[in-house]
């Protein structure tokens, strides 16, 4: 009787065994180590060797790549001017340097900071007016932008599915940037009539990267931001809490 019963306790907990192999075969990529702690040492180390092989994508689960990434089409509406990029690749977040990753799990809050040279090449219409120039360019662009700086600040959710599995939600970001160290332009043909004006207003638009950058750059660089997050926003809908990180869940 009590041989019977243990081997009844085996059969069971082999079905258990078997049972939980097939519900938790584990979803996340080799390369996340899920840290231990939040210490910043471990976060920004992890985060740090996760992002080149992040970056390819994860068809799998889902997640695209980030680089290259491309931006199909945006259009730029300034006061008298209407510069639309087309085509665009954006390459270069493989090599981003993390520089601080902050998740307090209690507050469900995230801070990543990095710095990043990106390149973005693709093609190029722009009509209206530059200074006093009536501009009426199309060609080749590209751009190139060193160490750029950035920090997201995200406000995270805990999310369970109806098999009681935890994932990390969003439920809002922010984020701030700095241009960095140099932005540089290489936008062909900006005058369709004069090679030495486009030459001219080229070099002039190099010598005040940064005021123009301020004035051109938001909306790439927002539309790059929301799609890095909805990005990442797939992943952790995709990859469960415990799998990520190996701190009990916050009550
Ligand atoms: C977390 O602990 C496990 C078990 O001790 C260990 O194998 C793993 O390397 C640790 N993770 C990190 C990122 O240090
Ligand atoms: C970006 O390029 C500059 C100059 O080539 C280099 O000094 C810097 O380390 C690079 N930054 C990153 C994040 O790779």
């Known amino acids: 009787m009590i041989l019977h019963n243990r081997m009844y306790s085996i059969i069971v907990l082999c079905i258990l065994c078997s049972f939980c192999e097939l519900t938790h075969t584990k979803?996340?990529?080799?390369?996340?180590?899920?840290?231990?702690?939040?210490?910043?040492?471990?976060?920004?180390?992890?985060?740090?060797?996760?992002i080149p092989e992040f970056v390819k994508g994860m068809p799998n689960l889902g997640v695209p790549p980030l680089d290259p990434f491309t931006i199909e089409k945006l259009s730029i509406p300034l006061s008298g001017l209407k510069v639309t990029f087309y085509q665009g690749?954006?390459?270069?977040?493989?090599?981003?340097?993390?520089?601080?990753?902050?998740?307090?799990?209690?507050?469900?809050?995230?801070?990543?900071?990095?710095?990043?040279?990106?390149?973005?090449?693709?093609?190029?219409?722009?009509?209206?007016?530059?200074?006093?120039?009536p501009i009426n360019g199309e060609?080749?662009?590209?751009?190139?932008?060193?160490?750029?700086?950035?920090?997201?600040?995200?406000?995270?959710?805990?999310?369970?599915?109806?098999?009681g599995v935890n994932y990390f939600g969003l439920r809002n970001y922010k984020y701030s940037f700095d241009y960095g160290d140099r932005v540089t332009f290489d936008l062909q043909n900006l005058?369709?009539?004069?090679?030495?004006?486009?030459?001219?207003?080229?070099?002039?638009?190099?010598?005040?990267?940064?005021?123009?950058s301020e004035e051109f750059g938001k909306p790439i660089v927002d539309y790059a931001v929301e799609l890095a997050i909805r990005t990442i926003e797939k992943f952790f809908l995709a990859v469960p809490y415990e799998e990520l990180i190996n701190v009990p869940i916050p009550s």
């Not at 979803?27 to 996760?50: G, W, Y």
Request: aromatic share 8%.
């Open 27 to 50: 979803l996340a990529p080799d390369f996340i180590r899920p840290c231990n702690e939040t210490s910043r040492e471990c976060l920004v180390k992890s985060t740090q060797d996760a």
């Open 89 to 133: 690749k954006v390459t270069g977040f493989r090599k981003c340097i993390v520089d601080n990753v902050i998740s307090e799990l209690e507050k469900r809050h995230f801070v990543l900071e990095f710095h990043c040279n990106l390149t973005i090449k693709g093609a190029y219409d722009a009509v209206g007016k530059i200074l006093l120039f």
């Open 139 to 163: 060609g080749d662009a590209k751009i190139k932008l060193t160490n750029l700086r950035m920090k997201v600040d995200i406000n995270t959710k805990y999310i369970k599915d109806n098999k």
């Open 191 to 212: 005058f369709k009539e004069s090679k030495q004006l486009s030459d001219t207003v080229l070099a002039f638009l190099n010598e005040n990267w940064r005021t123009v």
